[in-house]
């Protein structure tokens, strides 16, 4: 009889430590130089920018801030402080709901539109040249296929 293992952590393989390492040294650095290029370029935070994307592409430029917050998977608080800081510089604005007078949605403004607009191009060339442009395709696709995996293993999950 094979004697059951030993409660206790189950420590990482040099293989998988190194994973995780470059994981945690690659995140915050792609994410951060990325970050910079949109403040510098277009005054935009990432909040802003994550906001305005996705306003952008919904029909309508619109969407229920309760649907925006699930989406986005940010608390209603935060989403709320930040659609305030956008408010103030119109970039967006709240409105009740016609049909329902429960429920409110964001809405892209003119100023908004043109904020995404001229962003956008910019963020772009900023993933490609601190991303993409420096992976192989062969590197895009496993990394396209990790976060695939991840997020089908994890964005089931309901934020805290």
């Not at 103030?88 to 908004?112: I, N, S, W, Y």
């Amino acid at each position: 009889m094979t004697p059951a293992p030993e409660p206790g952590p189950r420590w990482l393989t040099e293989s998988e430590q190194d994973a995780w390492y470059a994981w945690r040294r690659m995140f915050p650095l792609v994410n951060a130089e990325i970050a910079r290029d949109l403040s510098q370029d277009s005054g935009l935070s990432e909040a802003d920018y994550d906001v305005l994307s996705v306003l952008g592409s919904t029909d309508g430029h619109r969407m229920r801030i309760s649907a925006l917050a699930e989406l986005m998977r940010w608390s209603r608080s935060r989403l709320s402080h930040q659609l305030t800081r956008m408010e103030q510089r119109g970039a967006v604005r709240r409105e009740e709901v016609a049909t329902d007078g429960r429920g409110a949605e964001v809405v892209l403004t003119d100023a908004g539109i043109t904020m995404i607009t001229d962003a956008a191009p910019l963020h772009v060339e900023s993933v490609r040249r601190h991303l993409i442009d420096t992976l192989t395709p062969e590197q895009l696709r496993t990394l396209a296929e990790v976060g695939e995996t991840l997020h089908a293993r994890l964005g089931t999950r309901r934020k805290p």
